[in-house]
């Protein structure tokens, strides 16, 4: 069935998404943004707001950079899967953002590249790198696909190693760090160890790291935690130097009701080696 979907994503994709990329619709989320920013912004899931997006990421993101100046349109995309329904499509089909997409499942890049082909066609650089990608070889990665030094934005979804890539990755300097956390962790700072085993497809519920543990890895890289999706997993960082944005909490993150209910039990670290940070 997945591949059926795919298929009928990568040679259809054009006209299934094709309300999304009209310039209506752009019209309609630049409407959005600017009776937002007309009055303070309580906490940054507010900002909520999608277009090729699930749960908000398209309004934050624009919403973060709607509050910060000098910031190069470029991304890398680290677990991009299909490089459609992700955090970086707004900005490639509306503003122009150039970058990669770095999935180790190359069916689901070749989705993108034959989506995006009428941006490549006009210039656009988008790279589609299939890899796996672990920390000993992800700066080379990166490195080769000609992205080094500021750029505007990274995201890492690969639903494992998160945290020991991010703490890894020194050849680029995003001023914007999205990364999932698992939540199911609560308000623990700890992370699963570095390991070929850390992955959902291994053990859904052992991989990954909390939100406190990925705070501090912010914190130790220059960032600071502006505030997440509102189930709390999905993580919005910033340069301390790029802008004035408010600083949050884990605790704060996960002060949702619903997030709160998805925690794991005691016992269930006790049965589980991890890594405190």
Known sequence: MQSVKRWVKKHFGSFIFRRLKSSARKEELEDWLTRLNQSPLPVLSDASYNVFTYHGEDGILLYLLSQLQDFPKTFVDIGAGDCIKGNFSTLVVHYGWE????????????????????????????????????????????????????????????????????????????????????????????????????????????????????????????????????????????RRDAGNIPETTAELVLNNSETKKSFYPESFFSNHKFKSI
């Open 99 to 238: 970058g990669v997409f770095i999935d180790q499942n190359q069916q689901q890049l070749e989705v993108g590249r034959h989506f995006y082909k009428w941006k490549t066609r006009k210039g656009l650089f988008l790279k589609f790198l299939p890899a796996t990608v672990t920390k000993d070889n992800v700066n080379n990665l990166i490195r080769e696909t000609g992205m080094n030094g500021k750029i505007g934005m990274l995201s890492i979804d690969i639903d494992g190693n998160d945290y020991w890539i991010w703490d890894a990755i020194d050849v680029i300097q995003p001023q914007i760090v999205i990364i999932e956390a698992k939540v199911e962790f609560g308000n623990k700072s700890i992370t699963v160890p570095y390991g070929t085993a850390n992955h959902h497809t291994v053990d859904e519920m052992f991989n990954g790291a909390s939100v406190e543990a990925l705070r501090k890895l912010g914190v130790k890289k220059g960032y600071k935690l502006a505030g997440a999706n509102k189930q709390g997993y999905n993580l919005f960082f910033v």
